[in-house]
């Protein structure tokens, strides 16, 4: 039992981290909730379809299907991050001002919620279809079921329960800084996926190049435990990270923040100063 | 929708592309145990290896040593490439059946 509420915590927590930063960033936007829903359920659904024809997409493209679903749904999510992440630095002072007043319609405001909802889903459907795969393979081997489903269950209760928490973190924040703050915490989810996804590429064969490990700190912080588990959806971290890695995680940072830069400038031409 | 498509179709261009002759190393999942549960290979020198499930469930074949993780249904085997490794035990293991799937890998 504690074997399956462990497995159904990690990935809970791990999409979960993901949704509680999404609807931390989402605060104040009008219709976020049916949004964010929407995303969820649509992931759940992806997740079962994905497990169930885990085996045709495993022996996709000689054997390498997995690592490219995943890594094609990360640059996705990756590429969704950045757009909300520059829509903000053009509208999110509006948005932040909107927010005192109750019951005001930003209707721009459904644009980032729409993509935003990609990301969930993705996140989502990328964890739950390992829970699904593992809860099918408990109701075909049925030894032990009616354990193994309660240990699942309470993982998934503790699981949403500590995204919860993150979420209530986020949200205690000051309003003035709280759209800072999620923005960063955007722009490291999506470096880490866009080192997640080069890693994929490596494993699937398809990238060869700067494979070299660079670092190994397994024995500081494993990426096996849940602290690091954690650090590694919110803020990419890695325990023995290739090259490649490195240089995708730098690269969409520099990216990221050049184009809020750019956006921002747009935005506010500069005063005489 | 069409995106997501063109883009896993491209990355799909460049796939099978690596390690085209690397040796090809087979291991077999049974009642949740692998077999054999330890491996020798060559160090420094990229291999294949067939992780063949021949149990009903599927498993998660995983190692945070040689950084794979790797969904294999019911059934079917799957291919795993991996990178030349140094000499040294590499651990691997079964992440839904972890008390009894665990092997290790050697390269010498």
Redesign the interface.
Known sequence: MLGALVIVFREVVEAGLVVGIVLAATRGIAGRGWWVSLGILCGVLGASVVAAFAGAISNAFAGSGQELLNATVLIIAVVSLTWHNVWMAEHGRELAADMRKVGTEVSEGQKPLAVLAVVVFIAVMREGSEVVLFLYGIVVAGTDAVSLFTGGLLGLAAGAGLSALSYYGLVALPTRYIFSVTGLLITLLAAGMAAQAVRFLQMAGTVTVFQNKLWDTSWLLSDSSILGRALHVLVGYDDKPTALQVIAYAVTLAVILTLIRMARGERQPRTAS | MR??IG??AL??V??????ANAEEVAVTIKDHKFSPDEIHIPANQAITLRVTNAD?????FES?DF??E?????G?S????L?PLDVGPYRFFG?????TAQGVLVAE
């Not at chain 2, 460049?14 to 390690?19: E, I, L, R, T």
């Not at chain 2, 790797?70 to 019911?74: A, C, L």
């Open positions: 995106t997501l883009l896993f990355l799909a460049f796939a099978p592309v690596a390690n009903a469930t599927p498993e998660e945070h950084d794979v790797k969904v294999i249904v019911g079917q799957a291919v795993i490439r990178q992440e839904y059946h972890e008390d």
